[in-house]
């Protein structure tokens, strides 16, 4: 890896999500991206179509150095308002982008083929279609491999990114995959982290908080995390206990960590490697 990964967020714009009409699939699948490439998810965030928070959400974004993914809200439909939120959080005008204008005229004049219609560019219609390339002034367009209307990318003053998608997985999923291999391909690692764990039966977290600190404090780099669960199918109430960073690092910390374990009297599960 040439230099520090950055840190990678998500948004996800919509009031289907908000009230439960739609699941949102685009976590998952994020995360299932990243994670084939060595790359963490590190934080998510809903919004419904709020424009005041939209803005304030990206606003956040645009500040901060992270790379950031946003899911929905950029056609021209009432409800939508990512477009328009992206360039009032930039503070510029929004401009229609000259390439996704002609992304978009030969995927009206494609439909029109396939419909057996003639293109009619100045056709109400056909017109409004063209505000889907309406862009914050400066904005870099993704293109859309399922039907052509593209997405865009800006840059924040705060050294980031965001990405913007369409809420449609179809569309939205291979867009983000395309943005991931072309531009942040250096820092793709394939074995950039390990989950050493172990399952401890009947535990209290807070007896083993001490001994975590202690390990996190004693090995910079790697994470220490304890998953409670108290009604499991197998192993009824449990800890998962365990640490996460860099091979090597992370060998050294659960080593450690086992070692720590030694001075209680604990009842183990299966020790588990991801």
């Known amino acids: 890896m040439t230099s520090t990964?950055?840190?990678?967020?998500?948004?996800?714009?919509?009031?289907?999500?908000?009230?439960?009409?739609?699941?949102?699939?685009?976590?998952?699948?994020?995360?299932?991206?990243?994670?084939?490439r060595g790359l963490n998810l590190s934080w998510s965030e809903y919004v419904g179509d709020s424009p005041e928070r939209i803005t304030?959400?990206?606003?956040?974004?645009?500040?901060?150095?992270?790379?950031?993914?946003?899911?929905?809200?950029?056609?021209?439909t009432p409800d939508d308002h990512t477009r328009q939120c992206a360039a009032q959080a930039l503070s510029v005008p929004l401009a229609l982008h000259p390439q996704a204008k002609l992304l978009i005229q030969e995927r009206m004049q494609d439909t029109a083929k396939e419909q057996g219609m003639v293109?009619?560019?100045?056709?109400?219609?056909?017109?409004?279609?063209?505000?889907?390339?309406?862009f914050p002034q400066g904005a870099a367009i993704i293109r859309n491999p399922y039907n052509k209307i593209p997405g865009f990318s800006c840059l924040g003053a705060g050294g980031g990114a965001v990405h913007f998608v369409p809420g449609f997985p179809?569309?939205?999923?291979?867009?983000?995959?395309?943005?991931?291999?072309?531009?942040?391909?250096?820092?793709?690692?394939?074995?950039?982290?390990?989950?050493?764990?172990?399952?401890?039966?009947?535990?209290?977290?807070?007896?083993?908080t001490p001994l975590m600190e202690s390990i996190e404090a004693a090995h910079p780099g790697v994470k220490v995390f304890?998953?409670?669960?108290?009604?499991?199918?197998?192993?009824?109430?449990?800890?998962?206990?365990?640490?996460?960073?860099?091979?090597d690092l992370a060998?050294?910390?659960?080593?450690?960590?086992?070692?720590?374990?030694?001075?209680?009297?604990?009842?183990?599960?299966?020790?588990?490697?991801?």
């Open 170 to 208: 179809v569309m939205a999923w291979p867009m983000i995959e395309s943005v991931l291999d072309s531009q942040y391909s250096a820092f793709f690692r394939h074995d950039a982290y390990v989950e050493k764990s172990v399952i401890i039966l009947g535990a209290m977290e807070a007896t083993l």
């Open 226 to 247: 304890s998953l409670p669960s108290v009604d499991h199918p197998q192993w009824g109430r449990h800890i998962e206990l365990g640490v996460k960073g860099e091979p």
């Open 251 to 274: 060998d050294a910390a659960y080593r450690a960590l086992r070692e720590g374990l030694s001075s209680f009297s604990l009842t183990y599960g299966p020790e588990l490697v991801r």
């Open 119 to 134: 293109y009619d560019p100045d056709r109400p219609d056909n017109v409004h279609r063209l505000n889907m390339g309406v």
């Open 56 to 76: 304030a959400t990206l606003q956040r974004a645009f500040a901060s150095s992270d790379v950031v993914f946003s899911c929905g809200g950029i056609g021209a």
């Open 5 to 36: 990964s950055p840190v990678f967020g998500l948004i996800i714009i919509g009031d289907e999500i908000m009230s439960g009409k739609r699941q949102d699939k685009h976590m998952p699948k994020v995360i299932e991206l990243m994670s084939a």
